[in-house]
C-alpha cells in the first residue's frame, strides 16, 4: 500500500499530461474531421480525392507507424524540429479527423435533403444551411459514434511513451521499474483509465440526454 501511495502523486502528474494532449488534440481532430468531411462531400472532384486519400491512408495504417513517422522521419528531415508532445499531439489528432471525418460525413448525409431544400428556400445559403440546419440535427446522431472514437483516441495516447512523453504509460513503467512492483503499479494505472473513461462516458451521456430534450 505504501508503495501505491508514493507512486500516486507520480502517476497524477502523468495523467495531467495525457489529458492535455488527448483534449488539444481530439479539438483539433475535430476540426480537421470537420474540414475533411465538407471535402468529401463537396462537387470539386480534386477536394473529394484529396480528402479519400487521406482518410485512407490514416485508416490503413497502424497509429504507431504514424507516430513515428511524424516524430521520426519528420524530424529526420532537419525542416522543422518537432518535440515529443508536439508529435503526439499532432499524431493523435491527424489519426482521429479521419475518423470524424467519416462520422461527421456519415451524420450529414443521414439527414433529410428536403431539410436542405427548405433552409434554401427561405433564403438560406449552403453555408448558413450547412451551420444553422444541417449540423446540428446531424450532432446529435453522430455523437455516440463521436464519443467512441474520442475512447479510441484516450487509448492511443498511451503509445506516446514510446517517444519520450511522460504520459500516465511512461510514468507507470518508471514506477513499476524502480518499485519492482509491476503488478501493483499497472493495476493502478489501469483502475486511473478505467475512471478517466468511465468519466467521459458519463459525461457524454449526459450530453446526449441534453440534446435529446431539445
Known amino acids: ?29 475535430f476540426l480537421i474531421g470537420l474540414v475533411v468531411a465538407l471535402m468529401r462531400l463537396a462537387p470539386v472532384k480534386i477536394l473529394t480525392w484529396i480528402a479519400k486519400v487521406y482518410i485512407d491512408a490514416i485508416r490503413g495504417t497502424p497509429f504507431i507507424v504514424q507516430l513515428f513517422f511524424i516524430y521520426f522521419g519528420i524530424n529526420s528531415l532537419n525542416l522543422i524540429s518537432l518535440n515529443s508532445t508536439t ?6 489528432a491527424i489519426n482521429a479527423g479521419a475518423y470524424f471525418a467519416e462520422i461527421i460525413r456519415a451524420g450529414i448525409q ?9 433552409a434554401r428556400s427561405i433564403g438560406f445559403t449552403g ?9 446540428p440535427q446531424a450532432f446529435r446522431r453522430m455523437l455516440p459514434t463521436i464519443t467512441n472514437q474520442s475512447i479510441i483516441s484516450l487509448k492511443d495516447t498511451s ?9 500516465l504509460t511512461q510514468q507507470g513503467q518508471i514506477q513499476a521499474s524502480a518499485t ?27 450530453v446526449e440526454k441534453r440534446f435529446e430534450l431539445r
Do not use: C, H
Not at 5 to 22: H, R, S
Not at 110 to 117: C, F, L, P
Open 180 to 206: 519492482f512492483e509491476a503488478f501493483k503499479i499497472w493495476l493502478v494505472v489501469g483502475i486511473i483509465y478505467f475512471i478517466v473513461i468511465y468519466l467521459l462516458s458519463l459525461i457524454a451521456n449526459f
Open 127 to 135: 453555408g448558413q444551411t450547412m451551420r444553422y440546419v444541417v449540423l
Open 159 to 167: 503509445l506516446l511513451s514510446v517517444i519520450g512523453i511522460a504520459d
Open 1 to 29: 500500500m505504501d508503495i501505491i501511495i508514493a507512486a500516486l502523486p507520480i502517476l497524477l502528474k502523468g495523467l495531467q499530461v495525457t489529458l492535455y494532449v488527448f483534449i488539444i488534440a481530439i479539438l483539433l481532430g
Open 110 to 118: 443521414s439527414i433529410d435533403k428536403g431539410q436542405t431544400e427548405a
Open 87 to 92: 508529435a503526439g499531439i499532432i499524431t493523435v
